[in-house]
């Protein structure tokens, strides 16, 4: 009994020096504290997220002398691995002080901010200084909110939801009306394709929300793709393209398929001539470009044309200020889809494309599914960094009641399901049916209209 006793002494004086230790340590410097926004309230943010948050938000935090102790060595790089998967403020605000920041990290860090989570108990119990205080809490939000407003709020929408997460789609963009107009003619032209038999709209149906509505899209010669084919409406909005993000601006997306093997298996040196054949395309595209036919030309017509298509929906009215618009129960979808964190990911006026994600943060999709496909790499196939397998791009839910099906592998068309599963599979949560069936109610307000009339009518 004495030997134990002991030895609950000893471990007691253990766990009062460990994080005692932690105390005497210097003030951190990294790469957000030696950051000097211009901005005072930026500089104020950064400072306490340099001091607080750092240690597992960058890769610059000075591990302390037990992380040297095997098993809790491994717990604490564990720790900063997935902090650093979740947001990475060194390589985001750090990297680019005066930038807006993005709208997924501020999403992120004021979620964690109002529910308390971080840092974590553990983490807390070894370094007591690092809770953040309320008045450090308000400073964060009032960043946060002061770079929403400026950066990302919507011109018009109601005074209540200017620091929404969500914002609705502006009225209209700034854009060469001759320019969409020549690339929605050429969106919908078949001599882009080797055989003259698809176009952009064979895969991106304006009739079925910008999409085909099938789980892989078929190319020339049937050729059936490996993954499924992403919405073109409100892509204006969305800062990569393609599930991986492969293509960094919707230029260089709408140059992809005319190339891709499996696609239009094409090129614009066969593509160019049987475009000049046509008189009429050809004397419209060179009032607009005197310059002629060219890769840059053509891609630049159909991605102004894309940017075009805004689908303003019964849910951007509510946010302009209209109560009636969405009845109570979608109301109740609605604030169950901000509760379980859906909105840190899919945000802003898109609802989505934002930023990589990876799809079973909190359970192993890919095991459960099985039959792993060259698609499931997802950022992988782009970057060939380990840390992006399995990470997409998030897509947009605007019109998601009409783009089935879902996920990259197009694995369900029913909107219930693919709502429980991502409740599953990125939060852990066993989403109850009546929380299932308001947050799909709320997802059916984003269904838009085009062009004057309701989609997926």
């Keep these: 009994m004495k030997k134990l006793v002991q030895v609950l002494i000893v471990l007691a004086i253990l766990a009062l020096l460990l ?3 932690n105390q005497f340590r210097a003030a951190p410097v990294n790469s957000l504290t030696r950051a000097k926004p211009a901005d005072p309230l930026r500089a104020k943010a950064y400072a306490i997220l340099g001091a607080k948050c750092a240690d597992c938000h960058t890769a610059e935090g000075a591990l302390p002398f037990y992380a040297a102790l095997p098993i809790v060595g491994k717990l604490i790089k564990g720790d900063i691995q997935d902090g650093l998967k979740a947001v990475n403020y060194q ?24 529910s308390g989570d971080m840092p974590p108990l553990p983490y807390l119990l070894l370094h007591w200084h690092a809770r953040l205080t309320a008045a450090e809490q308000a400073t964060l939000r009032d960043w946060i909110h002061a770079e929403r407003a400026k950066h990302y709020a919507t011109a018009g929408v109601a005074p209540q939801f200017q620091n929404e997460l969500v914002q609705p789609l502006p009225a209209k963009l700034d854009l060469d009306v001759r320019k969409v107009a020549l690339g929605n003619k050429l969106f919908h032209d078949k001599r882009l394709s080797k055989d003259n038999t698809l176009s952009c709209a064979s895969c991106h149906d304006l009739a079925k929300g910008g999409t085909d ?9 049937q050729k ?9 409406f409100n892509s204006a909005f969305q800062s990569v393209m393609f599930w991986d993000g492969r293509a960094p601006t919707l230029e260089a997306q709408a140059d992809g398929p005319v190339n891709n093997p499996d696609e239009m298996a094409s090129n614009w040196q066969e593509t160019i001539p049987k475009l ?27 991605a102004m044309f894309e940017r075009s298509l ?16 969405i009845t109570a129960a979608e109301r109740r979808g609605y604030e169950l889809f901000k509760e379980h964190g859906c909105a840190c990911c899919h945000v802003g006026k898109a609802l989505g494309g934002q930023s990589y994600e990876p799809l079973g943060r909190a359970a192993n999709y890919f095991a459960d599914r099985g039959k792993p496909t060259p698609a499931d790499d997802g950022r992988f ?5 380990e840390a992006d397998r399995h990470k997409f791009k998030v897509p947009t839910l605007r019109n998601v ?15 219930a399901q693919v709502v429980k599963l991502m409740a599953k599979y990125q939060n852990g949560d066993d989403l109850a049916a009546a929380d299932n069936t308001s947050i799909v109610a709320f997802l059916h307000t984003l269904t838009g209209t085009y062009d004057g009339k309701p989609l997926g009518k």
């Design 401 to 415: 009641a009409i783009t089935f099906p879902y996920l990259h592998d197009g694995m369900t068309s029913d909107l």
């Design 213 to 221: 509505q099938a789980q892989y899209s078929t190319g020339v010669g």
């Design 310 to 325: 805004l689908t303003p929906a019964r849910f951007d009215n509510y946010l302009r200020g209209q109560t009636d618009a």
């Design 91 to 114: 390589s985001t605000l750090a990297a680019a002080p005066d930038q807006p920041a993005g709208e997924v990290l501020l999403a992120k860090t004021e979620r964690e901010i109002t």
């Design 381 to 385: 196939s782009v970057t060939k960094n």
């Design 224 to 232: 059936l793709g490996g993954i499924n084919s992403p919405t073109v």
């Design 19 to 21: 994080p005692l230790s």
């Design 276 to 302: 000049q054949q046509d008189a009429e395309l050809t004397a419209a595209f060179n009032a607009v470009y005197p310059q002629g036919y060219s890769k840059e030309t053509i891609t630049e017509a159909i």
